[in-house]
């Protein structure tokens, strides 16, 4: 689970670690593959000390545990254009700021007004097949594990 624990004004932290994404740890599961596909001449595909996959891009300096052909995600108009909505591998959706290379639970987009609430700073989430819920939280920066949707009128634990 990324901490983060302080945040610049853009809701935007520094990477505490060097792993693909500057997510926590390693996806445990992958999009469908899409090693068939040629990488492109500034990209190559690594190794993880774990054992999993990676793809270096040695022209902007990032990494990616996805092939870069893998399909990109619709991005929400109103994100400033240096940050991109992504989604790790359990379907939570995260933001990377490309300026900064920095990523951030927080959607830069709510900040503003969860943090104005006077009650929970807490936002629940789906993931991105909707077929489980998540909690974001706003205060700490922690993000809960996906728990399935069981029905409408179950609150998600977090």
Do not use: C
């Not at 995600?73 to 933001?95: A, F, M, N, W």
């Not at 830069?108 to 629940?124: F, G, H, Q």
């Amino acid at each position: 689970m990324l901490n983060l624990s302080t945040l610049i004004p853009t809701g935007l932290q520094n990477a505490r670690n060097s792993l693909p994404h500057n997510l926590s740890s390693p996806p445990t599961s992958f999009p469908p593959s899409t090693s068939e596909n040629p990488l492109p001449s500034n990209y190559t595909r690594e190794i993880s000390s774990s054992g999993r996959p990676y793809y270096s891009n040695h022209t902007d300096k990032t990494t990616s545990w996805y092939h870069p052909a893998a399909p990109r995600l619709r991005q929400d108009p109103r994100l400033p254009t240096h940050i991109e909505r992504r989604v790790d591998v359990k379907g939570r959706s995260y933001y990377s700021n490309h300026g900064t290379k920095e990523t951030s639970w927080l959607d830069p987009l709510k900040i503003d007004e969860v943090r104005a609430r006077a009650d929970s700073k807490k936002e629940r989430e789906r993931t991105e097949d909707g077929l489980a819920e998540y909690w974001v939280d706003y205060e700490t920066g922690n993000v809960t594990q996906p728990t399935k949707i069981a029905g409408d009128n179950e609150e998600m634990k977090g």
